[in-house]
T-cell receptor, first 113, second 113 residues
Framework: AQSVSQHNHHVILSEAASLELGCNYSYGGTVNLFWYVQYPGQHLQLLLKYFSGDPLVKGIKGFEAEFIKSKFSFNLRKPSVQWSDTAEYFCAVNPLRGQNFVFGPGTRLSVLP | DSGVTQTPKHLITATGQRVTLRCSPRSGDLSVYWYQQSLDQGLQFLIQYYNGEERAKGNILERFSAQQFPDLHSELNLSSLELGDSALYFC????????????FGPGTRLTVT
């Protein structure tokens, strides 16, 4: 069965630190890849998505992600985090030939002011 | 605000009971997706409806069922409730039948006592 793993359960950073959240998936075919963010008490919002083309994808709020096909990875990055980035981040995979949308377990990011 | 509405916000009920959760998609969206978010299982895809028809099924229990009405709102019915059904239930919507860009609602928190 397809699965999505996220490397860290909880990441704590100081403001202005750089961020990288790991995401790996286990699916051999072509996939669409997503990162969602869930701010405290709010609904999930789409940060960025990758369908095809340039493997470096830019999203909202200064986030970007890089798709590395050989590593089945789609890591999320931000050069300088802010306190307002404190949230839970979910990586998700959608196989092109299927409808199931599989989410990773999430990574909680705490940014200290 | 994503444009997706869910009612009720909170629901407390007893084991063995049946509840109905309601979701109204964004204007113009034809697909509705249901997800369950719990501490131990994470965010799990339950079921998708597209223009009134079931399109995809995920990890949905037999005790759970859903439907989408002609006005495109959807209801998730949970019956014979167990303590383990306590979770946050999200609905999301998208324009087409592919979950390329889903917009999530605020969720319904279900507590089974």
């Amino acid at each position: 069965a397809q699965s999505v793993s996220q490397h860290n359960h909880h990441v704590i950073l100081s403001e202005a630190a750089s961020l990288e959240l790991g995401c790996n998936y286990s699916y051999g075919g072509t996939v669409n890849l997503f990162w969602y963010v869930q701010y405290p008490g709010q609904h999930l919002q789409l940060l960025l998505k990758y369908f095809s083309g340039d493997p470096l994808v830019k999203g909202i709020k200064g986030f970007e992600a890089e798709f590395i096909k050989s590593k089945f990875s789609f890591n999320l990055r931000k050069p300088s985090v802010q306190w307002s980035d404190t949230a839970e981040y979910f990586c998700a995979v959608n196989p092109l030939r299927g409808q199931n949308f599989v989410f990773g377990p999430g990574t909680r990011l705490s940014v200290l002011p | 605000d994503s444009g997706v509405t869910q009612t009720p916000k909170h629901l407390i009920t007893a084991t063995g009971q049946r509840v109905t959760l309601r979701c109204s998609p964004r204007s113009g969206d034809l697909s509705v997706y249901w997800y369950q978010q719990s501490l131990d299982q994470g965010l799990q895809f339950l079921i998708q409806y597209y223009n009134g028809e079931e399109r995809a099924k995920g990890n949905i229990l037999e005790r759970f069922s859903a439907q989408q009405f002609p006005d495109l709102h959807s209801e998730l019915n949970l019956s014979s409730l167990e303590l383990g059904d306590s979770a946050l239930y999200f609905c999301a919507s998208s324009v087409g039948d592919q979950p390329y860009e889903q917009y999530f609602g605020p969720g319904t928190r279900l507590t089974v006592t």
